[in-house]
């Protein structure tokens, strides 16, 4: 049987309520979906939807790192919009990311997000010890 294991990520921004900012079982990590916050301010980043991106998956390249995994063995994005429309944009930034061998995605428009922000990225990946590789 697999044990949860919570995985905190010091290059990341605090919780801002009660979950971990991943959670690994098995040979897979999920993370909590990651916002555009600066994590030595605790702001979400000024500009709009492309650095709330860039800061949404750098977050979320900390929590993987955290929990062993990296960007390069994510299985799964759920791509959370404020705004559908901008899409386009979010995905340029995603691309400089994610640039071989993608993830599978979703990419959804959502009523609001916490904080007023305008993207929220969530992934599963896989951890190194997964015969997966």
Known sequence: ???????????????????????????????AGQLG???STSKLV?????????????????V??????SLEKVIKTT????????FGQMNEVYGTF??????ARSAI???ALPLGASVEIEAIALLPDSNQD
């Not at 000024?46 to 900390?62: S, V």
């Open 109 to 111: 428009q959502v009523a």
């Open 1 to 31: 049987m697999h044990k949860k294991q919570i995985i905190t990520a010091e290059k990341t921004p605090k919780a801002i309520g009660p979950y971990s900012a991943g959670v690994s079982t098995g040979h897979l990590v999920f993370t």
């Open 46 to 62: 000024d500009g709009g939807i492309q650095p709330q991106t860039r800061q949404a998956l750098t977050n979320l390249k900390a």
């Open 37 to 39: 916050i600066d994590p």
């Open 98 to 103: 994610f640039t071989e061998n993608f993830p």
């Open 79 to 86: 791509v959370f919009l404020k705004d559908i429309g901008e």
């Open 64 to 69: 993987l790192e955290a929990a062993g995994s």
